[in-house]
């Protein structure tokens, strides 16, 4: 397709604020085609997702494999680690991608997962949850709870993990299906026993109009502008008042039962204020949680380890807490 805009310099009050390394990798972009959010949605600017993503390039694991169909979504993709299975199987980390429920796809977050899946010797399945606006909420968040149910269920069996060391993680819109789908298996009967939660740059309060600072502060912050982040509210349609799209609005005895968690927040993203917010509510809540801000860096550092610093230390905080979940 054609494309009316192309990515352009920095705001001028944000480049003082960003690292030197994220500086660096931006100016790579400058040139690059970039989406007019006023134009009726075309599909095949998924197409154009990971230009210039910046991750490192994927590693090699034991093994993949694919599992197609579970519930209504498209496909499920196990990075396998190397060596014999162990006793007691495989932890298993269930991640979602990124893309606000509208763009990325099973291949998005492979450098994270293969990184994960070596580092703290676990299964991760990375989930092709259906995507906005051909199927608007709740679609991925069915799809995203139905392949931790069937992880629970059968991947003793079917994969040969460990179903009382499982994960759940994932970026932003990923972030936000992890922390749904563990207020769903905290609260279901019987109760899924979920171990962790990686909330990378999570949305967590999807009120448009909802006065975050950070919404004003970073409107015009790199990947992920105000204009972009209303664009995704506008093709997902989900009613924000409700906990499966809010989980910062779920119910005050869903906290305690939650898996512990790790809240990773970019110092200059639009979603700073409502991960922070996340965080605080589960403590005040009773609930386990840990928090981290990555200060100089916006909204997509953590999928930028094969180019920022900050990305590379975000890697390293994952594992070793996924290592200590999982008992290794």
Known sequence: MAYRFTVGPLAPHIEPLLDDDYKQYYSTLIGLPALDYSAPFDPSIRDQYLVGSGASAPLDVGSTRDVPGIGQNKNVRLFIPHGEKPEQGWPMLVYYHGGGWVLGNIDSA???????????KCVVASVDYRLAPEHVYPAA???????VKWVYE????EIGIDPKRIAVGGGSAGGHLSAVVSHHAATSEPPIPLVYQLLIVPCCDLDPAAPYASRMDFAHAPALPAVRMEWFYALFKAPHEEWRASPIRAPAHHFPLLAPQF????????????????????????GKT???????????????????AKGKEFIDDAVQRLNVAFGH
């Open 141 to 147: 968040v069915d799809d995203a709870w139905e392949v």
């Open 154 to 157: 059968q991947g003793a069996e």
């Open 110 to 120: 492979a450098a994270m997962c293969t990184q994960l899946c070596l580092r703290s």
């Open 290 to 308: 840990e928090l981290k801000v990555y200060e100089g860096v916006p909204h997509n550092f953590a999928s930028l380890d094969g180019v920022t």
């Open 263 to 286: 809240v990773a927040v970019a110092g200059l993203d639009f979603l700073k204020d409502e991960g922070i917010a996340y965080h605080e509510r589960t403590l005040q809540e009773g």
